[in-house]
């Protein structure tokens, strides 16, 4: 049964940094792409919004260009494990952060979820 759990959210000043994890038991983790995908608060599921993109050994990464240069996804799969470190945070990185798996090149089409966690930029 795939699983992805993640935690790590939190509130935040702008400029400040966070880093989010997802724990992923139940799958071959190893043999997975993995995403971060990002949904506004309070907003439906169709505004959901890809992020970033790790490939099954960690050797290239994607971002949307929006969080280039700021945010760095990576993953230990030794412990089924997938990170964000986001720095520089701005209020328009609020919402809810899901790590998701095997999704459509730069979509939110995915095949599976976690339950997300909340992060929330603002002074």
């Known amino acids: 049964q795939v699983q992805l759990v993640e935690s790590g959210g939190g509130l935040v000043q702008p400029g400040g940094s966070l880093t989010l994890s997802c724990a992923a038991p139940?799958?071959?983790?190893?043999?997975?792409?993995m995403h971060w995908v990002r949904q506004p608060l309070g907003k439906g599921r169709e505004w959901r919004e890809w992020?970033?993109?790790?490939?099954?050994?960690?050797?290239?990464?994607d971002y949307t260009d929006s969080v280039k240069g700021r945010f760095t996804i990576s993953r230990d799969n030794s412990d089924n494990m997938l990170f964000l470190r986001m720095t520089g945070l701005k209020p328009d990185d609020t919402g809810v952060y899901f790590c998701a798996r095997n999704c459509d090149w730069r979509s939110t089409e995915c095949d599976s979820w976690g339950q997300g966690t909340q992060v929330i930029v603002s002074s």
């Open positions: 139940g799958f071959t983790f190893s043999s997975y792409w």
């Open positions: 992020v970033a993109t790790i490939t099954t050994r960690g050797g290239q990464a």
